[in-house]
């Protein structure tokens, strides 16, 4: 897996799997603050108790979380199936437990949370992945899914540039999660700017990951989606999905 764990417009510029030399020597650019900061207040009311973090690569949004006052963070696992994010990773968080997660597979944790952000998207067997992390997740716990929305703006880039395999509709999320054994609570589209911006802006880039183009997104769209998303618009470039494991 190389750069494509990211959406049309990498949230930070840099993020780079495939290039141990730029793993080991990451750092945050700061071009996508406004961006981080919107997946925080978004996510963080859901994140509580124990949390694995798959495919955690940088560990920028987990580092948020725990800063945050609305997360609920007790411990946290961080995963990723590149050896050297997860090199990086022991760099980074030398106090906090690291695995090794090549989904589907077996989950060597049991948690009160799991948070998959850019995950489902970009594996061949997703209903396999969802067993995997559905049977690491504790009863009374909860998955919680930042995705790609939209499927209308798929494209070449999705496909060719960043690898992603699709983007989810609603009732395809709560379909899958639901078939999984889980109890969806929330399951709605946000960033509707962001899905404009890419319909119109991202499609005809040639390189989205041009720190300008994550700068310009950063401070005019994010701003913008974040007071839009109050609306409840129908659609949205991304997806946020909250599944609670039934209780035993």
């Not at 959406?7 to 650019?29: M, Q």
């Not at 997660?101 to 489902?120: G, I, S």
């Given at each position: ?235 949205g470039q991304n997806i946020i999905a909250v599944a609670k494991m039934p209780e035993a």
């Amino acid at each position: 897996m190389h750069c494509q764990s990211r959406e049309a417009v990498w949230p930070t510029s840099g993020d780079c799997d495939g290039e141990p030399e730029r793993i080991l020597g990451w750092k945050s650019t700061g071009d996508a603050r406004r961006y981080r900061g919107y997946q925080v207040a978004r996510l963080a009311r859901y994140v509580k108790g124990s949390v694995l973090d798959v495919g955690a690569k940088t560990g920028e949004l987990s580092r948020l979380l725990l800063a945050s006052r609305r997360a609920k963070i007790d411990e946290l696992v961080l995963s990723d199936r590149s050896t050297d994010w997860l090199l990086h990773l022991e760099r980074a968080f030398p106090d906090e437990k690291l695995i090794y997660l090549n989904l589907p597979a077996k989950v060597r944790a049991e948690v009160d949370t799991v948070l998959a952000v850019n995950v489902l998207g970009f594996i061949e067997d997703e209903e396999g992945a969802l067993r995997s992390l559905v049977e690491a997740i504790r009863p009374g716990g909860r998955l919680v899914i930042w995705e790609a929305g939209c499927p209308a703006l798929y494209s070449g880039f999705d496909r060719e540039k960043a690898g992603r395999l699709r983007r989810y509709t609603r009732k395809d999320l709560t379909g899958k999660l639901e078939a999984a054994g889980l109890e969806t609570e929330v399951c709605r589209p946000i960033n509707a700017l962001g899905a404009i911006f890419n319909w119109f802006v991202v499609r005809r880039m040639s390189d989205v990951g041009d720190p300008r183009a994550v700068r310009i997104y950063d401070r005019t769209v994010v701003p913008v989606s974040r007071l839009l998303d109050h609306l409840r618009l129908p659609f949205g470039q991304n997806i946020i999905a909250v599944a609670k494991m039934p209780e035993a």
